[in-house]
């Protein structure tokens, strides 16, 4: 099969292509397929239509967006997103969680309109791109567009007139918004310096990029349990938040002298899901970087014939694997893979490199001599059209017209020569936008808030700006400090992951119901990994500015020797922190 590809595809995805079909065909010699041909999707689909069941359970007890997708799969619905266009009509009961299937989803009421998620796999993108949907939310939408968690990219305000247009203008862009929502495999992310990072243990974009077609050409791997998020980690400077995702690939290195071949390998954590405060962890086994794809492949199968599909509290990975244990999942996945998954200790891998945090911002040296990348701050993750399209000359005229997107909601310009940098830097001021900024605005991320989301509490995005303004007019800072800012419970900005976290809440100030937030404190992902602790509940946002600004000035006073602010924190229990962040304490 492959001979017929030589043309195609490169010699690394051949190996990768080699990889997924050995690992995932049937034990025995059988043709190559997703999983044991004995037990596929589906064949086991036709047989449970017979018991009016899906994947076991019957179907009076499937929960109600189950249902809806045994009633028509929501990859079946683009007629209705047609009917919806022609009417100019905006999806209605069952439609509204089929749409999602295609990256549309109606925000009514915050909003009176659809917003679309792209898919943009690893955050790559070229200036083309990223040139056409600047000119597809000037046409289609707001007139804005917002970089996300997900090293992804959301346009809002879309009037139901233009679905189909705006889902022809991505594939016109080559790009697509298939899976971006509901129960699917939502964009894949990568380590966003991939391929130049300085000291990369593995360039991963052509596993993210493996991943993201694999999962567009294989309609068994839809309409799973609930959502599900896999990521690459290669090792590199930035974090991309590996820990946070369902399936966390980690590159790392095996020394001499031990039980494997020495090289470069990669780990699986499992089960990340920081909403629920939980990371992934490491599952005990190690694979070679081409047997990434039959692995994920093999566990999400066992996710979709396991998981619950009654309880939507209860349908994540997470909660298969706390009822299963790790070991009993990776042996039901190991079955259908026809390699052995080899277990082997995490701590005999070297260690690997620490993160360099907010080294998403500014202008650093790539592995090429005279080369850089320059790290573009977007606040919030907001950006204008004009602003897009800017950045897209730039990056043609200066780099070679490749841009890539991070999970902190800001982007990268690469191979950048050093003689161009300070003229990149001057057009970016031009535009209102900057490489150079306050540690308080280069780690500032919010979710859309309630402007754009109707399951927010807060305007998540005004109060970032806001609190952003104030903090770095307010207090100087020697450490990177990253403050989340997140609407509601399902944790979009992951607040438990920042130094500083705010949940929003509606709180009561006069009779009326105002923007507020619980806070927490001292999250963190990779190498400073950890759970942030609550010590403030319900504090209106005006008072939060000046909490704030004192947690800060204490933390200045009274920290060790450059002791980071996530470190300080965790010496400090909640009722600790409390006496020292209140307001009460500035008097003191």
Request: glycine residues 10%; aromatic residues 8%; hydrophobic residues 40%.
């Amino acid at each position: 099969m492959l001979t017929e590809l030589e043309t195609v595809f490169t010699g690394q995805q051949k190996e990768y292509l080699a990889g997924f079909f050995a690992g995932v065909s049937q034990r025995g010699g059988a043709q190559p397929g997703i999983g044991n041909q004995s037990t596929s999707l589906s064949t086991e689909a036709a047989n449970l239509a017979e018991e009016e069941q899906v994947h076991g359970t019957p179907i009076e007890d499937l929960s109600k967006e189950e249902r809806i997708k045994h009633e028509l799969n929501g990859l079946d619905c683009y007629h209705r997103i047609a009917e919806s266009a022609v009417q100019d009509k905006l999806p209605e009961g069952g439609d509204v969680f089929r749409f999602k299937y295609h990256g549309l989803f109606n925000v009514s009421p915050a909003q009176n309109s659809l917003m679309l998620r792209c898919r943009i796999a690893g955050g790559l993108l070229t200036s083309h791109q990223f040139e056409g949907l600047a000119e597809l939310a000037e046409t289609c939408a707001g007139e804005y567009a917002d970089l996300t968690t997900r090293a992804n990219i959301q346009l809002r305000e879309i009037e139901p007139r233009n679905c189909v247009k705006i889902l022809e203008g991505l594939v016109d862009l080559g790009l697509t918004s298939r899976g971006s929502g509901a129960d699917n495999l939502r964009n894949i992310t990568a380590s966003p310096t991939a391929g130049f990072d300085l000291h990369e243990i593995y360039d991963v974009r052509e596993l993210a990029k493996g991943m993201h077609h694999l999962i567009l050409n294989t309609r068994e791997l839809y309409g799973l349990p609930r959502k599900f998020n896999i990521s690459f980690d290669g090792g590199g400077a930035i974090s991309v938040c590996a820990d946070t995702n369902d399936i966390a690939f980690y590159a790392v290195k095996v020394p001499e002298g031990q039980s494997v071949p020495p090289g470069v390998y990669f780990r699986v954590q499992l089960a990340g899901i920081t909403g629920h405060k939980q990371f992934a962890r490491d599952s005990g086994i190690l694979i070679k970087p081409e047997e990434c794809l039959a692995v994920a492949v093999a566990m999400i199968q066992v996710f979709i014939e396991n998981g619950d599909r009654t309880n939507r509290k209860k349908a994540r990975l997470k909660y298969l694997i706390d009822d299963w244990g790790i070991e009993r999942f990776i042996d039901a996945s190991a079955v259908k893979l026809n390699f052995e998954l080899c277990r082997f200790p995490l701590d005999a891998c070297e260690r690997r490199r620490p993160i360099v945090r907010h080294q998403h911002i500014g202008v650093h040296p790539q592995k090429e001599e005279n080369l850089n990348y320059i790290g573009v701050a977007f606040p919030a993750g907001r950006m204008l059209p004009n602003q897009m399209k800017a950045i897209a000359q730039l990056a043609r005229q200066y780099g070679r017209g490749e841009l890539r997107l991070t999970v902190w909601q800001n982007l990268l310009i690469p191979y950048v020569r050093s003689e161009d940098v300070a003229i990149i830097a001057k057009e970016l001021k031009a535009i209102g936008l900057s490489c150079e900024m306050h540690p308080i605005l280069r780690g500032l991320v919010a979710c859309t808030g309630s402007k754009g989301c109707k399951f927010a509490a807060c305007d998540t995005k005004g109060n970032a700006l806001e609190l952003g303004e104030y903090l770095s007019n307010e207090i100087t800072i020697d450490q990177p400090v990253n403050i989340h800012l997140t609407g509601c419970h399902h944790s979009c900005a992951q607040h438990y992951i920042g130094d500083i976290g705010l949940q929003g809440v509606k709180v009561k100030v006069d009779g009326e119901n105002v923007d507020g937030y619980n806070i927490v404190f001292g999250g963190g992902v990779d190498d400073a990994q950890g759970i942030a602790t609550e010590v403030f509940k319900g504090i209106p946002f005006d008072e939060i500015k000046p909490l704030l600004k004192n947690a800060l000035k204490r933390y200045s006073e009274l920290r060790f020797e450059n002791e980071s602010f996530i470190a300080f924190n965790r010496r400090h229990d909640a009722e600790a922190l409390k006496r020292l962040y209140s307001i009460e304490s500035i008097a003191s």
